[in-house]
């Protein structure tokens, strides 16, 4: 069975920085490799939203509201995705999700929340002003 399972969530002031992680357990690597990513997030009150993509050619897009500030990266050898987010505001409070769909590669990799079938639990970061 595929899982995701993130980490790396906190509460910090504004302007630090947070780096957040997801490790796939039970994903063979070839699978891993073909895989579209992605990171979401859901703040109280919100409906969930795309932050950040990457796709198996490691072309990665962005929200604009973290563009400059979060950068997403993936390690296939060791089945992690990642997300360093810098410059942190109180507006992205939010549970945070990674989440995965094998076989997606390429321009197909693209952001609609409704194609990626595999999610993690979620971490939860906070940014006090």
């Known amino acids: 069975q595929v899982q995701l399972v993130e980490s790396g969530g906190f509460s910090v002031q504004a302007g630090w920085s947070l780096r957040l992680s997801c490790v796939a357990s039970g994903y063979a690597y070839s699978s891993y490799v073909r895989s579209c990513l992605k990171w979401f997030r859901q703040a109280p009150g919100k409906e969930r939203g795309g932050v950040a993509v990457?796709?198996?050619?490691?072309?990665?897009n962005y929200a604009e509201s973290v563009k400059g500030r979060f950068t997403v990266t993936r390690d296939n050898a060791n089945l992690y995705l990642f997300l360093q987010m810098n410059s942190l505001k109180a507006e992205d409070t939010a549970m945070y999700y990674c989440a995965a769909q094998p076989g997606l590669t390429g321009s197909h990799c693209i952001g609609n929340q409704s194609i990626f079938a595999i999610w993690g639990q979620g971490t939860q970061v906070t940014v006090s002003s």
């Open positions: 990457i796709n198996n050619d490691v072309m990665t």
